[in-house]
């Protein structure tokens, strides 16, 4: 008996992901240069005539790369699907996928320890350029709240949101990078009105979190509007933290240009 009542809520729990995760279109971005990146797209449940919406862009961690169009929706993908969420935050949500062989943004693996491997100009990559096409297509065809466009994402995709906020600093209502890092020289160069929250677990083994905390410094410096909040004794997964932060979805989508 126990054992089949372990099966029925795995069951149901399974059936749930899956039912949240086809509320999310599959789609694929194809360029003039034909380059292509699949994307999943969700939109709000009811689009009322001369309302527009939030956009947010979310970038999935490097463990997430690849050709399925399902594996970025792995971590956030639930939260915009929520139906408190949907109600409450209604958006049009893109979550990219990065090819297995590409990053969002790249970063020096040979570094030395204590050492920032970012780049202080680097080019920008395949994938996030095609991001960037796809943002800007959804954009032109969707009823999109131009002050209120979000960037957020984790690990890889934490570094992915610092590069975009630095190639587009005036773009973003708000960027939440976590468990990221970036070159603070970069970061001095830019000037940006962006709302930040950055999080990062202190005992981070994959990221360091001190990547983080000089991002915070920097972007104090710089007077820019940045919060910082660190999880003590949190591993590299600080994501789970941070998407249980009783104002996350209130915080991001709060904020206005």
């Known amino acids: 008996m126990k054992q089949l009542l372990i099966i029925l809520v795995f069951t149901l729990v399974s059936f749930a992901a899956f039912a949240q995760q086809e509320e999310y279109q599959k789609k694929t971005y194809v360029s003039s240069e034909n380059d292509t990146l699949l994307y999943r797209e969700l939109v709000p449940e009811k689009l009322i005539l001369n309302q527009s919406y939030p956009l947010v862009i979310f970038l999935h961690g490097a463990g997430e790369r690849g050709n399925d169009n399902e594996a970025q929706l792995r971590h956030g993908g639930n939260m915009f699907t929520n139906p408190v969420n949907r109600e409450k935050y209604p958006a049009f949500v893109i979550f990219p996928q990065c090819p297995q062989e590409d990053f969002w943004a790249p970063r020096n693996r040979s570094a030395a320890a204590?050492?920032?491997?970012?780049?202080?100009?680097p080019p920008v990559?395949?994938?996030l350029s095609l991001v960037k096409k796809i943002l800007d297509e959804a954009i032109e065809k969707y009823p999109v709240d131009r002050n209120r466009i979000y960037v957020a994402g984790l690990s890889m995709g934490g570094m992915g949101t610092f590069d975009m906020l630095c190639r587009y600093p005036d773009l973003f209502a708000a960027a939440i990078p976590i468990c990221g890092g970036v070159s603070t020289e970069r970061l001095r160069k830019i000037k940006t009105k962006t709302n930040i929250r950055i999080f990062h677990g202190d005992a981070d083994t994959v990221v360091p979190v001190t990547y983080s905390r000089e991002a915070y410094?920097?972007?104090?410096?710089?007077?820019?509007?940045?919060?910082?909040?660190?999880?003590?004794?949190?591993?590299?997964?600080?994501?789970?933290?941070a998407f249980n932060e009783d104002d996350f979805m209130a915080w991001l989508f709060s904020k206005r240009k």
Do not use: M
């Open 114 to 121: 204590g050492e920032n491997p970012f780049n202080q100009n």
């Open 125 to 127: 990559s395949k994938a």
């Open 217 to 241: 410094k920097t972007l104090k410096q710089n007077r820019a509007s940045v919060e910082y909040i660190e999880y003590p004794g949190v591993n590299h997964d600080s994501w789970t933290p």
